[in-house]
């Protein structure tokens, strides 16, 4: 990533020194977001989130054509989930749906964005990790059923809910996870 940013930062300068055609874009922004989500570095969550609001500050001073799309809030998500920081994946999210109520239609929340924070929830070794996964996925179905998001759980919701329940060594665990382990053969 450190590279990335380096070709970036270099992109920057040649436009500021006049090189029109240097101008990052979109597309610069969300790559170069991508590549700070899938980084293993320390400091990856922060670097996402830096570029994710200058694209947004800049898309709002009219100095960014576009705006950060679903797929650029689901990587700084991701790099939030990476680290089990449910705290800044859930602001991510509720930034994004905020973004999208004002108007940003390419920001519509989807099951990849869900997926993530149930995700994050069983990574974060937190006592409560299997509550707030099982809320967001009542979230899913009931967004999914109201028709605000387009799919319902998947595999990969179910599969990340199990893996908190299992994560958290609470007594009433193996019993959850038969139970959603019956609700998957049935539903898949």
């Known amino acids: 990533v450190v590279g990335a940013q380096k070709v970036f930062d270099r992109m920057q300068m040649d436009y500021y020194a006049g090189n029109k055609a240097a101008k990052p874009d979109i597309q610069s922004y969300s790559i170069l977001v991508d590549c700070w989500a899938k980084s293993n570095h320390k400091d990856s969550s922060r670097g996402a989130q830096k570029l994710l609001d200058t ?38 999210l509720d930034r994004m749906q905020m973004d999208y109520d004002a108007g940003n239609k390419a920001a519509k929340p989807d099951i990849r964005s869900y997926n993530v924070l149930i995700d994050c929830w069983a990574k974060s070794n937190r006592p409560d990790a299997p509550r707030g996964a099982e809320k967001l996925l009542n979230t899913m179905i009931d967004k999914n059923k109201s028709g605000e998001l ?13 893996q908190a329940w299992k994560s958290s060594r609470l007594p009433q665990g193996p019993h959850r996870i038969q139970e959603l382990e019956k609700q998957m053969e049935i539903l898949f």
């Open 55 to 92: 694209m947004i500050d800049k898309h709002k001073s009219r100095d960014l054509d576009g705006s950060p799309d679903a797929v650029t809030y689901n990587s700084v998500m991701s790099a939030y989930a990476k680290q089990g920081d449910v705290v800044g994946a859930q602001k991510v």
């Open 150 to 162: 387009d799919e319902g759980p998947d595999a990969v919701t179910y599969n990340s809910l199990v």
